[in-house]
């Protein structure tokens, strides 16, 4: 079914809430029926273990750094992904994994592959340097982390999804946090090179992953949309991809002022659509109307299947009944 079909349906089950004839499923438009995607609701982190306990999650995000998994060339150290990987199993539910590059990458593959790479102030003001996604050197590598990660983690049931790493200012997201259109540029960021290089990374993941769906976070690049948008939508049209790579919001706010041509670009994306809370919900003035339980009505208007809150949303029960009924219309329209 297409994205604009589930957007008139679910328009038609916000206004007729006390309608009974609210149990037909709609279908999912992939085809994989082997591949299990996660829905509903996850925290993104759980450095207070209770958010893991509240009664509307179903699992977590692992984040971690790519320096910390492989500090030397072709070493890795999986401890950093178990000692959170442990304590999510012991509650029996599932998790999502997310490997940080850009800044995060280790020191080695930019001084002993040597890796070209440009550096950019983030909006901590530290330099960071960031290795250029283009040059072949970086997916090489990409690719036997991807192969290592995979020996140790395809077969694990409970792992759902897995963020394409990428090479930006936070490592997962596909943006550049105060970077100016002209730093990109000087450093030899172009629409095809970043479109082709990101496609290719998230390739190296999907086959390597072959049991999993698999996500690219999504932002305007240098102020223009075509370029995310070519990178979502060609790696769904993808035949040997199977429509297990999804798109990802990791600034889901009920707002469509940001990004608002990626916000539509999204709502036409057929595929499936995965998202982060921009913020807790304390953070009121990040919300549309400073009200947070817009993020909710929000993924319902885009389609969305699974969406990460900040653990401050479970460990304090916030919107307990919201959470519910998320879930619920998750239940309801995503296999």
């Known amino acids: 079914m297409s994205k604009y079909n589930l957007t008139f349906l679910i328009i038609l089950f916000l206004f007729s809430c006390n309608s009974d004839d609210n149990n037909s499923n709609l279908e999912n438009s992939d085809t994989t029926t082997n591949i299990v995607k996660p829905k509903g609701l996850y925290t993104s982190s759980f450095g207070n273990e209770t958010a893991l306990d509240n009664n509307q999650i179903n699992g977590s995000l692992i984040r971690v750094k790519w320096s910390e998994i492989e500090p030397n060339k072709g070493i890795y150290d999986f401890s950093s992904i178990e000692q959170f990987r442990e304590i999510i199993k012991t509650r029996n539910l599932k998790w999502s994994l997310g490997v940080l590059a850009g800044g995060d990458s280790p020191d080695w593959l930019t001084e002993s592959i040597g890796a070209d790479y440009f550096e950019i102030t983030g909006v901590d003001n530290a330099v960071k340097r960031i290795p250029k996604i283009w040059d072949t050197r970086v997916n090489e590598r990409l690719g036997f982390l991807a192969e290592a990660l995979s020996n140790e983690y395809n077969e ?20 550049f946090n105060g970077v100016t259109t002209d730093e990109l540029l000087d450093a030899g960021l172009t629409s095809d090179n970043w479109v082709n290089s990101v496609k290719e990374t998230a390739r190296i ?15 305007d690049i240098m102020e223009d949309t075509s370029i995310p948008n070519r990178i979502m939508t060609d790696l769904w049209n993808e035949p040997s991809l199977s429509h297990r790579v999804g798109a990802a919001m990791w600034w889901i706010s009920g707002k469509i002022t940001y990004q608002p ?3 539509n670009a999204l709502i036409d994306f057929p595929g499936d659509i995965y998202a982060q809370a921009i913020g807790r919900s304390d953070q009121t003035e990040r919300f549309e109307n400073n009200d947070y339980t817009t993020v909710f009505e929000q993924a319902r208007i885009l389609g969305i299947r699974y969406i990460e809150l900040w653990e401050y949303e479970f460990v304090n029960n916030t919107f307990p009944q919201d959470f519910e009924n998320f879930n619920d219309y998750t239940n309801t329209y995503f296999e």
């Not at 409970?158 to 943006?175: C, K, R, S, W």
Request: aromatic content about 8%; proline content about 3%; charged content about 20%.
């Open 205 to 219: 993941f999907a086959n390597a992953f072959t049991k999993k769906a698999i996500a690219v976070e999504v932002h």
């Open 156 to 175: 694990d049931e409970d792992l759902v999804l897995v963020y394409v790493p990428q090479m930006t200012a936070n490592g997962i997201e596909g943006h």
């Open 261 to 263: 041509n990626l916000v």
